[in-house]
Nanobody
Framework: QVQLVESGGGLVQAGGSLRLSCAAS????????MAWFRQAPGKEREFVAT????????YYADSVKGRFTISRVNAKNTVYLQMNSLEPEDTAVYYC????????????????WGQGTQVTVSS
């Protein structure tokens, strides 16, 4: 049974930082590309970042490029999203997702999802 569990969300002031974690189980972690998506109320789910199975490549949405960093530690079956210089526009539920071998930027490509963690950035 594949399970993805996010943690690390919370309330932070604009300009602050937060690190999200996603712990995976029930899959051969290194064979899966991982990604972060986010969704604000009334809006479509939005791609944030993805990382390949052995971390040889990363890709970011333009809106977060230079501020967010995706990383993974395969020995811990965990992917991270370091978020710096947070803005109120970053407020959303953040979701971890997994897909075999190759990543992508659309939610329909991903097979497994976490429950989401709320990030709220105050101005």
């Amino acid at each position: 049974q594949v399970q993805l569990v996010e943690s690390g969300g919370g309330l932070v002031q604009a300009g602050g930082s937060l690190r999200l974690s996603c712990a995976a189980s029930g899959l051969t972690f290194r064979n899966f590309a991982m990604a972060w998506f986010r969704q604000a109320p009334g809006k479509e789910r939005e791609f944030v970042a993805t990382i390949s199975g052995i971390a040889t490549t990363t890709y970011y949405a333009d809106s977060v490029k230079g501020r967010f960093t995706i990383s993974r530690v395969n020995a811990k079956n965990t992917v991270y999203l370091q978020m710096n210089s947070l803005e109120p526009e970053d407020t959303a539920v953040y979701y971890c997702a997994a897909k075999p071998f190759y990543g992508g930027t659309t939610s329909g490509e991903y097979d497994y999802w976490g429950q989401g963690t709320q990030v709220t950035v105050s101005s």
